[in-house]
């Protein structure tokens, strides 16, 4: 068996074959995840179909495929969606958790936010901060 070949449970798998539908199933589920966080987002915001189907130039039923997942969704037209949308394109992969630049935050903000811990941490990192 050659260094590109892996046995398992008897059969042989061509690595960069198999490492190939590995990369493809991890791309559908990225874009999957993209395409329910613009629905999500889309709906949160009153947006129509039609709005965001204009925006990329399509028509409507072609952007319901995209959200049902039946057509893909091309990865040019994000900057457009998230302009429509009023988010930045990060937004869209990160729903419903937002993205914060952290060279934007003073540093009583980020004070602020460090010690935004459970009851039971408290006392111990208050206790580090001391020291």
Sequence with gaps: MSKTHIKHSNKSYNL????QICINQLIKF???NVIDNIVKIR??????????????NC??????K???GKQQLKVNHLAKIAET?????VYLFTYPKKYVDASTIDNTEKIS???EVSPNKRD????????
């Design 113 to 115: 936010v460090i010690f």
């Design 66 to 68: 995209i959200e049902n």
């Design 16 to 19: 960069y074959k198999y490492s």
């Design 124 to 131: 111990l990192l208050l206790g580090l901060v001391k020291k």
């Design 59 to 64: 028509d409507a039923s072609n952007w319901n």
């Design 43 to 56: 709906k949160e915001k009153g947006v129509s179909q039609e709005n965001i189907a204009f925006a990329i």
């Design 85 to 89: 949308l009023n988010v930045d394109i």
């Design 30 to 32: 990225v874009t999957m």
